[in-house]
Antibody, heavy 121, light 110 residues
Framework: QVTLRESGPALVKPTQTLTLTCTFS??????????VSWIRQPPGKALEWLAL???????YYSTSLKTRLTISKDTSKNQVVLTMTKMDPVDTATYYC?????????????WGQGTLVTVSS | QSVLTQPPSVSEAPRQRVTISCSGS????????VNWYQQLPGKAPKLLVY???LLPSGVSDRFSGSRSGTSASLAISGLQSEDEADYYC???????????FGGGTKLSVL
């Protein structure tokens, strides 16, 4: 049974760095083709893709946020970590992690329940 | 402004058929397969269609997808009230070297 769960602070201050952890089970990120991605959704708005890491440790980032994002994995712990620097109120959103089972077309077949992050002083 | 363009909303009566369009460009839909997601209110998105027209296990065959040129479509037949949700298309973009989503379409079943 595949599950993913996001964890991290619910509230961060402007200019701070956000660190989110995706803890998963039921699959291995060392299996060829498997990837984990982060997606966010501001309240009442659309989904926005943030970053992706694959089984081979290749990393891909949203062009608009690339300078602020870092994605990494700990295969032994079944975790993927996303850091986002210089947080701003516009970064207030629900952050999801999701699994890609086999590379392209990069379809997210399992999602976490999401974690709401509010950026406010 | 999303890279993939969807109508903000569509509506149709129960038991009817509706289509949701997703327009892109040669660097995304023109070259790569499209996936569709359904997001019920207050829930995480759910994979609805992948690789343009394939249905994950457990997804009703009332849903179908297609892709032609730089556009894709999601069709829902036999509309039910439980289909009221937001629907998103997504595809890899070779120019951006990343994944892009549509702006989402809110489906209302009248």
């Amino acid at each position: 049974q595949v599950t993913l769960r996001e964890s991290g602070p619910a509230l961060v201050k402007p200019t701070q760095t956000l660190t989110l952890t995706c803890t998963f089970s039921g699959f291995s990120l060392s299996t060829s083709g498997v990837c984990v991605s982060w997606i966010r959704q501001p309240p009442g708005k659309a989904l926005e893709w943030l970053a992706l890491i694959d089984w081979d440790d290749d990393k891909y980032y949203s062009t608009s946020l690339k300078t602020r994002l870092t994605i990494s994995k700990d295969t032994s712990k079944n975790q993927v970590v996303l850091t986002m620097t210089k947080m701003d109120p516009v970064d207030t959103a629900t952050y999801y992690c999701a699994r890609i089972r086999s590379g392209r077309p990069y379809d997210f077949d399992y999602w976490g329940q999401g974690t709401l992050v509010t950026v406010s002083s | 402004q999303s890279v993939l363009t969807q109508p903000p909303s569509v509506s149709e009566a129960p038991r009817q058929r509706v289509t949701i369009s997703c327009s892109g460009s040669s660097s995304n839909i023109g070259k790569n397969a499209v996936n569709w997601y359904q997001q019920l209110p207050g829930k995480a998105p759910k994979l609805l269609v992948y690789f343009d027209d394939l249905l994950p296990s457990g997804v009703s065959d009332r849903f179908s997808g297609s892709r032609s040129g730089t556009s894709a479509s999601l069709a829902i037949s036999g509309l039910q009230s439980e289909d009221e949700a937001d629907y998103y298309c997504a595809a890899w973009d070779d120019s951006l070297n990343g994944l892009v989503f549509g702006g989402g379409t809110k489906l209302s079943v009248l």
